[in-house]
């Protein structure tokens, strides 16, 4: 499908699910919710997921949460459970939000929960067959250009200088 060349109809079909489906759960999960909104002792105002860039953590300094980021209790079938429970019928993750971390193996980077953390898991791959089991639509949210961890991403000007 061309989305540029699509006619209104195309489109209208193509997201009558949205449209029917309406209720969903949209997840911010990643490396920031350890700090959980402080650093080093300090309140950092804004949302959670943006502390990297809002306390201007050196990347080899954020980088250390990975070692500590091992979310034993994670359990997608459950996760996957409570939004059907609820009533759901979609759910959207961060697979990789703009600190670059990875919630998923990949071979284009050793940033990820796979390798990166004592968890060893990929979250990804587990949500995405619990949500095909019990027929939630899965989605996952990936910021490309926006990416503070590496040197060609967007955002990052306190360990990357934006001229170069």
């Known amino acids: 499908m061309n989305l540029i060349e699509e006619t209104k109809e195309q489109q209208d079909k193509r997201m009558a699910w949205w449209r029917e489906a309406r209720f969903g759960m949209f997840i911010h999960w990643g490396l920031y919710a350890l700090?959980?909104?402080?650093?080093?002792?300090?309140?950092?105002?804004?949302?959670?997921?943006?502390?990297?860039?809002?306390?201007?953590?050196?990347?080899?300094?954020?980088?250390?949460?990975?070692?500590?980021?091992?979310?034993?209790?994670?359990?997608?079938?459950?996760?996957?459970?409570?939004?059907?429970e609820a009533g759901m019928k979609w759910m959207v993750i961060t697979a990789k939000h703009h600190d670059g971390f990875c919630l998923f193996d990949t071979k284009f980077t050793d940033y990820n929960i796979v390798k990166a953390t004592p968890f060893k898991r990929d979250p990804m791959k587990e949500l995405a067959e619990a949500c095909w089991e019990e027929g939630i639509r899965l989605g996952f949210y990936y910021s490309q250009t926006l990416d503070w961890h590496h040197p060609n991403g967007m955002g990052n000007n306190w360990d990357y200088d934006p001229a170069k």
């Open 35 to 84: 700090p959980a909104g402080m650093w080093k002792g300090t309140c950092v105002s804004g949302i959670g997921e943006w502390i990297q860039q809002r306390a201007r953590i050196p990347i080899k300094e954020y980088e250390q949460l990975a070692k500590e980021f091992n979310p034993v209790g994670f359990n997608a079938k459950e996760w996957v459970q409570v939004a059907k």
